[in-house]
């Protein structure tokens, strides 16, 4: 009812004690295409769904490779996402360079969060307009966490932020308890059907998406096209039935894991039917 | 008295004497470090020298720095001082994070090795060579920073005569895996050479051991040395004309 009154100015209440402007930059966030994040004990897997302007165009660079151990996949105005990517490269080099070490991911999530909240306290400034699922190594293992334009930060197990991303976000809820034990094969698996699911119907293939992994012993790389389309077809994810969760080794299971076999580790979701059809 | 004429008669008004560190005044002399079994040794004595007075016979030169490490040094204690300070600093923003990471003795040195090498660059020294030990997550980690800045990483290292005089030693007798009782008498062995030849050294020491589960910095001890040799006796027989 207030909204117009109170919302021009980042640094004005509302007589509810909400700031507007900085609400109005997470609706930015979930305008942009979507970014799912997912760990294990010892990997993260980012992904994000890549939607060019016209076919004339390439797509926008959505996942970014912070150090070794470190990579953000973004969502919302990318312009402000690259910029907030330059600076974590930059603590990060800094880091390395003075202490010979990589910096703890919950430190540099920490400094982006105080970074965000300094521009929803500045009358001069407007609040970041992205999202940005930061997955990274730690002494702990491996970590994720969400950086919220309000200059929050939340550690996740899985997550999805941007638009239709409620899909991804519904299917990573049934299955997240598995995600700390997984293999890193179950995890880009479970990564590529979560990023499927935003599709709505859409096929699934390389050319849209970008995957990229890091995890104990592995730098940060962003997949190839060719190895996500070869992951896409070994999964036989394309506009497939949802497959069960126990998947054994990837290289004993040829056709992919769409046959059932003995050992499912999940007890009720794995009988479920079809995937989600909103 | 000097450097007042100094600023009288300098023309460009608002320009300061330059004051950088030329010489050391109050000195500590060698530190040796070796990596032991459970961790790392380090022994050095506690003389502070005013030049070639043996002025200070009561001086730490070996401190624990976090949970993790600890830092002998030689050179102006002064300086070491201000490294202490440095690094207390260090550590208390690294425990205010309060996030299950710590600096091990890996992140110290080279914070150690930036922070001498940007002072050389300035020509303002902090003149120390200083010796990093520790051991986190079962890794053992020994390392040297000189005042220029020159740092490496070794099984066995010492500062000052500790180079010339115990080196030689623990490069014939250190191995992999020393026993801390072994370990100890090592470092006894270089300390007494040290006592013997350096003349800067003094004979109260104080040895620290560093391993997984925390830092003991032993009480100041002295060593037994033995002087009954047959040469000493009678020194002046056969020195014709001596004084």
Same mark, same amino acid.
């Given at each position: 009812?207030?909204?117009?009154? !109170? &919302?021009?100015?980042?640094?004005?209440?509302?007589?509810?004690?909400?700031?507007?402007?900085?609400? !109005?930059?997470?609706?930015?966030?979930?305008?942009?295409?979507?970014?799912?994040?997912?760990?294990?004990?010892?990997?993260?897997?980012?992904?994000?769904?890549?939607?060019?302007?016209?076919?004339?165009?390439?797509?926008?660079?959505?996942?970014?490779?912070?150090?070794?151990?470190?990579?953000?996949?973004?969502?919302?105005?990318?312009?402000?996402?690259?910029?907030?990517?330059?600076?974590?490269?930059?603590?990060?080099?800094?880091?390395?360079?003075?202490?010979?070490?990589?910096?703890?991911?919950?430190?540099?999530?920490?400094?982006?969060?105080?970074?965000?909240?300094?521009?929803?306290?500045?009358?001069?400034?407007?609040?970041?307009?992205?999202?940005?699922?930061?997955?990274?190594?730690?002494?702990?293992?491996?970590?994720?966490? /969400?950086?919220?334009?309000?200059?929050? /930060?939340?550690? /996740?197990?899985?997550?999805?932020?941007?638009?239709?991303?409620?899909? =991804?976000?519904? !299917?990573?809820?049934?299955?997240?308890?598995?995600?700390?034990?997984?293999?890193?094969?179950?995890?880009?698996?479970?990564?590529?059907?979560?990023?499927?699911?935003?599709?709505?119907?859409?096929?699934?293939?390389?050319?849209?998406?970008?995957?990229?992994?890091?995890?104990?012993?592995?730098?940060?790389?962003?997949? &190839?096209?060719?190895?996500?389309?070869?992951?896409?077809?070994?999964?036989?994810?394309?506009?497939?039935?949802?497959?069960?969760?126990?998947?054994?080794?990837?290289? =004993?299971?040829?056709?992919?894991?769409?046959?059932?076999?003995?050992?499912?580790?999940?007890?009720?979701?794995?009988?479920?039917?079809?995937?989600?059809?909103? | 008295?000097?450097?007042? %004429?100094?600023? %009288?008669?300098?023309?460009?008004?608002?320009?300061?004497?330059?004051?950088?560190?030329?010489?050391?005044?109050?000195?500590?002399? +060698?530190?040796?470090?070796? #990596?032991?079994?459970?961790?790392?040794?380090?022994?050095?004595?506690?003389?502070?020298?005013?030049?070639?007075?043996?002025?200070?016979?009561?001086?730490?030169?070996?401190?624990?720095?976090?949970?993790? +490490?600890?830092?002998?040094? +030689? @050179?102006?204690?002064?300086?070491?001082?201000?490294?202490?300070?440095?690094?207390?600093?260090?550590?208390?923003?690294?425990?205010?994070?309060?996030?299950?990471?710590?600096?091990?003795?890996?992140?110290?040195?080279?914070?150690?090795?930036?922070?001498?090498?940007?002072?050389?660059?300035?020509?303002?020294?902090?003149?120390?060579?200083?010796?990093?030990?520790?051991?986190?997550?079962? %890794?053992?980690?020994?390392?040297?920073?000189?005042?220029?800045?020159?740092?490496?990483?070794?099984?066995?290292?010492?500062?000052?005569?500790?180079?010339?005089?115990?080196?030689?030693?623990?490069?014939?007798?250190?191995?992999?895996?020393?026993?801390?009782?072994?370990?100890?008498?090592?470092?006894?062995?270089?300390?007494?050479?040290?006592?013997?030849?350096?003349? +800067?050294?003094?004979? #109260?020491? %104080?040895?620290?051991?560093?391993?997984?589960?925390?830092?003991?910095?032993?009480?100041?001890?002295?060593?037994?040395?033995?002087?009954?040799?047959?040469?000493?006796?009678?020194?002046?027989?056969?020195?014709? @004309?001596?004084?």
């Amino acid at each position: 009812m207030f909204r117009n009154q !109170y &919302d021009t100015d980042v640094t004005t209440w509302s007589p509810a004690g909400r700031l507007f402007q900085v609400e !109005y930059a997470m609706e930015a966030v979930k305008q942009g295409s979507a970014a799912i994040g997912l760990r294990s004990k010892t990997h993260v897997v980012l992904a994000c769904v890549n939607k060019a302007n016209s076919e004339l165009s390439s797509h926008q660079k959505k996942i970014f490779k912070v150090d070794d151990h470190i990579g953000v996949a973004i969502a919302g105005l990318t312009a402000d996402g690259r910029v907030l990517s330059r600076y974590m490269r930059s603590e990060c080099i800094n880091h390395s360079f003075t202490y010979e070490s990589p910096l703890p991911v919950g430190r540099l999530v920490v400094q982006l969060a105080d970074k965000a909240q300094v521009c929803t306290q500045r009358s001069w400034k407007r609040p970041f307009g992205v999202g940005l699922l930061v997955g990274g190594l730690d002494e702990s293992g491996a970590h994720l966490y /969400y950086n919220c334009p309000s200059g929050n /930060y939340f550690e /996740y197990q899985a997550f999805a932020i941007g638009s239709r991303s409620q899909a =991804a976000k519904t !299917y990573l809820e049934r299955r997240f308890e598995n995600f700390v034990d997984s293999s890193r094969e179950d995890l880009i698996r479970d990564a590529l059907i979560a990023t499927r699911e935003t599709l709505q119907g859409e096929k699934l293939r390389s050319s849209i998406c970008t995957v990229a992994v890091l995890g104990v012993g592995e730098p940060f790389q962003i997949l &190839d096209q060719e190895t996500v389309q070869q992951l896409i077809d070994k999964f036989e994810l394309v506009g497939e039935e949802e497959t069960p969760a126990a998947e054994p080794d990837a290289a =004993a299971a040829d056709e992919g894991g769409a046959a059932e076999q003995g050992g499912g580790t999940e007890p009720g979701p794995a009988a479920e039917p079809a995937p989600m059809d909103i | 008295m000097d450097s007042n %004429q100094a600023k %009288q008669h300098n023309l460009l008004g608002s320009e300061a004497a330059s004051e950088r560190t030329l010489y050391p005044y109050v000195t500590g002399s +060698s530190v040796v470090a070796i #990596k032991y079994k459970d961790g790392i040794l380090m022994a050095a004595d506690m003389g502070g020298s005013y030049g070639s007075t043996l002025r200070y016979k009561s001086v730490e030169r070996v401190k624990p720095i976090g949970k993790h +490490s600890i830092l002998g040094a +030689s @050179g102006e204690i002064s300086d070491f001082q201000e490294i202490l300070r440095s690094l207390d600093e260090l550590i208390l923003y690294d425990n205010m994070w309060d996030d299950g990471n710590s600096l091990g003795p890996k992140e110290v040195h080279s914070y150690l090795t930036r922070m001498m090498y940007n002072r050389r660059n300035k020509f303002n020294p902090l003149w120390n060579s200083l010796i990093l030990g520790g051991v986190k997550n079962g %890794q053992k980690y020994l390392g040297m920073v000189s005042m220029i800045g020159v740092n490496f990483e070794d099984n066995h290292v010492a500062t000052g005569f500790g180079n010339h005089l115990a080196r030689p030693i623990l490069r014939d007798e250190w191995h992999e895996n020393l026993s801390f009782e072994d370990g100890v008498k090592l470092l006894e062995k270089c300390m007494r050479v040290l006592l013997y030849r350096d003349r +800067s050294a003094v004979n #109260k020491l %104080q040895i620290a051991k560093i391993t997984e589960e925390g830092v003991t910095i032993s009480q100041p001890y002295a060593l037994k040395t033995f002087w009954g040799f047959a040469a000493f006796e009678n020194p002046t027989v056969g020195a014709e @004309g001596s004084w």
